[in-house]
């Protein structure tokens, strides 16, 4: 493999390692998957599509139904 093959490969696992950050439409609070959310047993690195079915906002209370993926 040549070394800019390899740099392409290395670039491209880092591109889809990052995930997507969800902001709750009711309060504005944004669930970042790289803190997770440790008070409620989420661990960091945590994709928000992983979040147990009944997961609520931190913040407000209100259900994953109500969090868009951040622009």
Do not use: H
């Amino acid at each position: 493999m040549t070394l800019l093959a390899l740099v392409s490969a290395i670039n491209q696992m880092r591109e889809e390692t990052i995930m997507d950050r969800y902001v709750c439409q009711i309060c504005g609070y944004i669930y970042d998957p790289a803190n997770g959310d440790p008070d409620n047993g989420i661990e960091p690195g945590t994709a928000f599509e992983d979040l147990p079915d009944d997961w609520t906002c931190p913040v407000c209370g209100a259900s994953k139904d109500e969090f868009e993926k951040e622009d």
